[in-house]
């Protein structure tokens, strides 16, 4: 075989294994918040909004405190004040398991542990599962959603936690007598 005979079948052979042009994919936008869960509401908070999650810590109790207010956390040398937050929305304690977590958040001069059931790590939502729906539960915590995303049959709240750091009946953490 003379040598342009065989580039010429080096060329056939290359491009008959070659993979093709890669297609133009369809790039959708996503967002991506935390999951959680309280009692049976399915929640998301942004990425931004949520510090830390941290197992349930030990307490010191605040005497004179609303009932749905746990106590005070030492978290690496910083005070959190631990909110129940199925107390706060629910008027039921949560029922502390191995599942239960706490999510830090900051806002302003505010840091606050909030007690969820549990939580499901990072979720991640296209634009177009966006609905103005939020999952029924308690009108006080449908007011801080900023409707949801849907998967499935099931919507995903999505709780603004920046407007529950500045609810007056979040920030009102004293008993009333």
């Not at 009932?67 to 910083?78: D, K, L, Q, T, Y």
Request: proline share 4%.
């Amino acid at each position: 075989m003379n040598p342009f005979a065989l580039l010429v079948d080096i060329d056939r052979r290359s491009r008959a294994k070659a993979l093709g042009i890669p297609q133009q994919v369809e790039v959708r936008r996503t967002w991506s918040g935390i999951g959680f869960r309280l009692g049976d509401v399915h929640l998301l908070s942004a990425m931004g909004e949520v510090r830390e999650i941290l197992e349930y810590p030990s307490l010191t109790r605040v005497p004179g405190a609303q009932e749905w207010v746990r106590g005070i956390a030492n978290v690496r040398g910083n005070l959190l004040t631990i909110v129940d937050m199925n107390g706060f929305f629910f008027g039921k304690p949560t029922t502390i398991r191995n599942r239960t977590r706490v999510l830090e958040l900051r806002h302003g001069g505010l840091a606050a542990g909030l007690v969820v059931d549990e939580v499901f790590g990072m979720r991640h939502f296209f634009d177009e599962d966006k609905t103005n729906d939020k999952p029924l539960t308690e009108e006080a915590l449908m007011a801080l959603m900023n409707g949801g995303y849907r998967q499935g049959d099931r919507i995903w709240g999505e709780l603004n936690m920046y407007k529950l750091a500045e609810d007056p009946r979040f920030l009102h953490v004293a008993a009333q007598h």
